[in-house]
């Protein structure tokens, strides 16, 4: 069985079934969701597999559908949830080309009526605009051309035969300028042009491209002498996007023509509002079968997709599947095999066999929605490989303990709680529903959110911290009147230390230490997962010239340094009247000068009696540590490698085989193993771990550097804007009281800001580095291939990866 801590057993299983009950097995395998199937015929070509045609007559279905699915989100048509309909994939295919036709023939019916329609509006605009323009140029009266005089005689008319004519219509706004000058250099001046703004925004149509632009759009009449400049001026008008319009001679026509135009738009808005109301019921219609339509034809592609993996045996009509399926499932699948066959009508049993194979199996972990967040965290950084120690178990403690550390404070904790509980509880007004990403990240990662927030409580009840306030719940030890300590306190850091001249020093250290403490215990507890995997692989050597001799060189320098970091918390230096010894020169020394903290001038560097002789047998079990983790694995594995190609050749030999086969398993042996790669790769690990251990010790410190810095951070703005902006009494004048909420504004504001969003990234982000590299480290590879099981549940979700 799998857990979180490790994945499933996987079982690699052979279905030889007729090809007549292909569609029910395969149906039935998506409708239980426990199988991956395997891809019989990789590497060939999608063209030459036997389901092409069928893949994309659903591939042409499904754009059918995304074109109906965007015309529902234009119409802003809600998708009704789906539901289940006995409709096979030809029939659908018929359907949806009915619907797709009548939506073109109503959206191309529609957008003619309202090109039409705002043909009428610029018609009107020709109109109502052009009269004060004509009636200002009235027989009799001049108007400037380019600096000539054109006199409008009785005989000023659109029509042809007119000795000065007109023409009326309507252009883009930004065409005009260019227009116009255009006008002023064909007719050399000739022309008399006259624009207004038409303060509707009108719109352009493409009955080709079906699309639609809002355009601003400008009025124009240009008076001109003789019908060869009228034409000119026409031509170039529709050269500019220009739209002429008829604007009658006579007052009577005008009138008649206004009240026609006017009579038309109300007949033409009245088409369109029912034109409207078709489409929408129609596309109403739609969008209350679109869920189950798609998942019907999401579900036949998957089938046809999964057809192209099989191996079919034309002349015997079978075909042969090979699937990957959890060992506590491999009953389950015979079963849904065995019922799917007598679905289908078919009398001759399925035959399921259980093949061995040196192929590396998918990693199956099953996850709650708990874990969910954590494992994805995990996962980002790699799948865990095939049976491997699964390092998204402990992060749902050691993760948010890390952030805790960081992110220790009470109030702040508290709220980020509340947050993440908040998302926990409204998960049925988030699930399933299409979210903004950060909103989506939020609700994935919520039980993150919330247990670290719980851990930044945690940690903030031992710091005696919320919201930077000192706090003495559990009381205090300290008498301040006689300045000793009654007792240590009951829980947590002691709060007198909040209010000490050397609070700052005495935070720095015990943060660091504590930060050092964190991070060898959880490194040292990585090394010991990762004997959990040389045992799990039955990999004995690693775990004596591996796991040992990596224990061993941590042990003997961190494991030694968290000893003299607790001796040196236990021993009163004080009462003893010297000063305490400094660890880091403790360290160095050792190493530096071993055994010179025996000598009488170095007595102020002794922690405790016989410390030279543990130093110096630490050194020793170091430095024979780390040739034992760099040689001896290269050569056991050649060893092993020699022994297996001689047991191939031993059988080779007693099949007969010749000298030629022995050479290419010789051959094939050499190709699978090099001495020279293991020897690197080992050299690689082993200086990885050395040079690791002391930096990644450090990269700990991170702990420290933060929580700091969140604390120092929180005191600044509490003083600054909320004790000495509105909590130190100023007054009573209107003045001071706006003050006071101005300061507890800012206070929350920033407070949010810096501590809730930016300390709380910077917070998470770190503990991801070290949960990634400085404890994943240890033992975890990250190289598995994640198990995607052949699921109908998967359609319309979106992958998490």
């Known amino acids: 069985m799998g857990t979180i801590f490790r994945s499933e057993k996987m079982q690699l299983v052979q279905m030889i079934v007729q090809n007549d009950a292909a569609h029910a097995v395969v149906e039935a395998f998506g409708e239980e969701g426990i199988i991956e199937f395997r891809d019989l015929n990789h590497g060939q070509p999608f063209h030459k597999r036997a389901f092409t045609d069928e893949v994309k007559r659903c591939e042409d279905v499904q754009r059918k559908l995304a074109a109906l699915k965007h015309a529902l989100e234009a119409d802003g048509v809600a998708i009704a949830e789906a539901a289940k309909e006995s409709m096979s994939a030809a029939e659908l295919a018929g359907v949806l080309a009915e619907k797709e036709e009548e939506l073109n023939h109503m959206q191309m019916q529609e957008l003619m009526l309202k090109k039409n329609h705002n043909a009428l509006l610029e018609q009107r605009h020709v109109l109502e605009l052009g009269a004060g323009i004509y009636a200002a140029q009235a027989p009799g009266s001049s108007m400037s051309a380019g600096g000539a005089e054109l006199e409008i005689t009785d005989f000023a008319s659109s029509t042809a035969t007119s000795m000065l004519s007109y023409i009326a219509g309507v252009m883009p706004r930004l065409s005009m300028a260019s227009f116009q000058r255009v006008i002023f250099r064909a007719t050399r001046g000739n022309a008399a042009v006259y624009s207004k703004a038409i303060d509707e925004t009108l719109h352009s149509y493409d009955l080709k491209s079906g699309e639609t632009e ?19 001026i026409s031509k170039i008008a529709t050269y500019f996007d220009g739209t002429l319009y008829a604007y009658p001679d006579m007052a009577a ?48 592609k998957m089938i046809y997709d999964t057809f192209n993996k099989f191996d079919y045996d034309v002349r015997r009509k079978v075909f042969v599947a090979d699937a990957w399926v959890p060992e506590s499932k491999v009953y389950d699948v015979y079963k849904t095999l065995s019922a799917a066959t007598a679905k ?59 952030f805790g550390i960081m992110f220790g404070d009470l109030g ?21 529903k299409k979210l903004d990403d950060l909103v989506e990240m939020c609700y994935g990662g919520r039980y993150v959110i919330f247990l670290n927030g719980c851990f930044g409580m945690y940690v903030g009840l031992i ?61 040292t507890f990585g090394i010991f997962l990762s004997l959990l995997n040389h045992l799990e692989y039955r990999n004995y050597k690693k775990v004596v010239f591996q796991f040992l001799p990596e224990l061993g060189f941590f042990g003997s320098i961190f494991g030694y340094l968290i000893f003299l970091i607790f001796y040196k918390w236990s021993v009163p230096w004080v009462e003893l009247g010297k000063p305490a010894p400094s660890l880091l020169t403790t360290l160095i020394n050792m190493f530096m000068s071993p055994g010179a903290v025996a000598l009488p ?41 020699e022994a297996a190609l001689k047991k191939k050749l031993a059988y080779k030999a007693l099949e007969g085989g010749s000298a030629h086969e022995e050479a290419a398993v010789h051959e094939e042996g ?23 251990s002391i930096s990644n010790t450090a990269s700990y410190l991170r702990l420290w550097a933060l929580s700091l810095a969140h604390s120092q951070l929180s005191e600044l703005f509490w003083e600054k804007l909320l004790v000495e902006g509105a909590l130190e009494p100023k007054g009573s004048s209107a003045a001071n009281m706006i003050g006071c909420w ?44 994640r198990f995607v099981a052949f699921d109908f549940k998967t359609i319309g979700e979106e992958s998490s990866e």
């Open 742 to 785: 101005v300061a507890v504004i800012m206070w929350i504001v920033i407070s949010f800001m810096v501590l809730m969003v930016m300390e709380n990234l910077s917070s998470f982000l770190h503990a991801l580095r070290l949960q990634w590299v400085e404890f994943q480290g240890k033992f975890y590879s990250g190289d598995g291939i």
């Open 253 to 300: 026509d005008k009138a008649a023509m206004k009240r026609e135009v006017l009579k038309r738009l109300g007949e033409s808005s009245e088409i369109l509002r029912t034109t409207a109301q078709m489409k929408t019921a129609m596309l109403t219609d739609v969008g209350a079968h679109f869920a189950s339509w798609n998942f019907t034809i999401c579900k036949d």
């Open 601 to 641: 001038e170095n007595a102020e560097l002794l922690l405790f009696q016989g410390q030279a002789d543990v130093e110096a047998v630490l050194i020793l079990v170091a430095l024979v540590c780390v040739p034992l983790l760099l040689f001896p694995i290269p050569f056991l594995e050649s060893c092993e490698h």
């Open 214 to 232: 809002a355009v601003e759009k400008d009025f124009f009449m240009i008076f001109v002498a003789g019908d060869v400049l009228k034409s000119k």
């Open 670 to 692: 050499e190709h699978e193993f090099s001495f020279g790669d293991a020897f690197v790769h080992q050299a690689i690990h082993t200086i990885e771990f050395v040079l690791g």
């Open 412 to 432: 702040h904790g508290t709220l980020l709680m509340l947050f993440g509980l908040s998302m926990i509880r409204n998960e049925a007004s988030f699930e399933g």
């Open 463 to 523: 710091y005696n911290e919320a919201f930077a306030c000192p706090m003495s719940i559990w009381g205090s030890g300290y008498d301040r009147d006689k300045e000793t300590i009654i007792h240590p306190p009951i829980f947590g850091v002691e709060p007198a230390w909040h209010h000490a001249t050397n609070k700052i020093s005495f935070f720095n250290s015990f943060k660091m230490k504590i930060s050092i403490i964190v991070g060898v215990l959880q490194m």
């Open 344 to 402: 289908a009508g078919v009398e001759t049993r399925p035959v399921l066999n259980l093949i061995e194979t040196k192929a590396t199996p998918p990693t199956h972990l099953p996850v709650d929605k708990m874990v969910y967040g954590f494992q994805a965290l995990v996962n980002t950084y790699g799948t865990p490989r095939y049976r491997e120690v699964n390092a998204g178990a402990f992060a749902v403690i050691l993760f948010p303990f890390l």
